[in-house]
């Protein structure tokens, strides 16, 4: 929601995620109509992408959840080792 983004600011964003996949959900994110793709047509190439007004009430939409996700890490953190721990004693 900042505004135009590069790739390479998004790949450092997303971390550890492969150049195939970034680009494949960037495809799928920009045939949605989520984002823009901006090609200058530029020597050396230059792209950005921007949210488009779906996009932008999509990422409104996503926030509380994001918020939650945050606000929430370290109990969810204890229920995921405590189900970790769970399974690795049912495998047993």
């Known amino acids: 929601m900042r ?4 790739y390479g600011e998004l790949k450092r ?9 970034l680009i494949q959900q960037l495809k799928e994110l920009e045939a949605d109509g989520v984002l823009r793709r901006n090609d200058y047509k530029e020597v050396p190439p230059r792209v950005d ?22 606000e929430n ?6 229920i995921f080792t405590g189900r970790d721990s769970w399974l690795r004693e049912k495998r047993a």
Do not use: I
């Not at 992408?49 to 945050?70: I, R, V």
């Not at 890490?73 to 204890?78: D, I, S, Y």
């Open 3 to 6: 505004g135009p983004t590069r």
């Open 13 to 21: 964003a997303v971390r550890d995620v492969s150049d195939k996949v």
């Open 49 to 70: 992408y921007t949210l488009t007004p779906l996009g932008q009430s999509l990422a409104q939409a996503l926030e509380p959840l994001c918020t939650w996700g945050t």
């Open 73 to 78: 890490m370290a109990e969810m953190q204890k």
